[in-house]
């Protein structure tokens, strides 16, 4: 779906060139299948993120056949990780695919099942935490992380805006009312620093201090 002014969606899609035949394959499966993945502008702001931020070790909760999961996977050190957890098989099997083409099967590993499940069940802290699971789980997926993440590590949250309906109070469906309370969750943790930027769908970043 369109989340911008057509003609502005268009041009951003044409800015810059996909040079990556991997995302672009990607990118391509996911059109066919209208499989919702975060797409080339996010996945890059997420690439920048874990450069910034220096991560090592990334826990992605919602990580479909690995897109979002291979930009971050492609600009980790040496040693870095990406988690993915993903509860459709189909989906895993198809990231290790993709993963594997890519030469980056050694910077990430594969987990299915319940993501909240996963989580609690891993020992450490993440320096960057994806959350883009299914919306009504938004805040039973922040609960799961929120003590988890190291001092200076970064929570990113997709879909934030969810299509506008967030800020529309007439939107009360499962999925707006999980986002929204995901929202003053985040935004009233004082041990974290947020931005709700509208890019695309809308992405929260929020810095633990
Ligand atoms: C929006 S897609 C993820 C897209 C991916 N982050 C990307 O941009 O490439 C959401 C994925 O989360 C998975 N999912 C939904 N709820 C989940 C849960 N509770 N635990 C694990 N995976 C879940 C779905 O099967 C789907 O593949």
Partial sequence: MGFLE???????????????????????????????????????????????????????????????????????????????????????????????????????????GDAMEIVSGLEGGFDLVLIDVEKSRYPAAFEQVRDRLNPGGL???????????VANPNFQDSSTLGVRKLLEAVASDRALLCSLLPLRDGVLVALRR
């Fill in 6 to 112: 057509s003609g502005i969606e268009e041009f951003l899609g044409d800015w810059i060139d996909q040079d990556d035949a991997v995302l672009a394959a990607m990118e391509e499966e996911a059109r066919e299948r209208s499989f919702p993945i975060v797409g080339p502008e996010v996945g890059r702001f997420l690439a920048q993120l874990v450069l910034l931020s220096r991560a090592r070790r990334i826990l992605e909760m919602g990580s479909g056949f690995g897109y979002s999961a291979l930009w971050m996977a492609r600009y980790l050190p040496s040693g870095g990780r990406v988690i993915q957890t993903e509860n459709d098989p189909d989906n895993v099997d198809r990231s290790r695919e993709y993963f594997q083409r890519a030469g980056c099967e050694d910077r990430t590993e594969w987990h299915l």
């Fill in 155 to 165: 929570l990113v949250v997709d879909n934030a805006l969810w299509r506008g309906q």
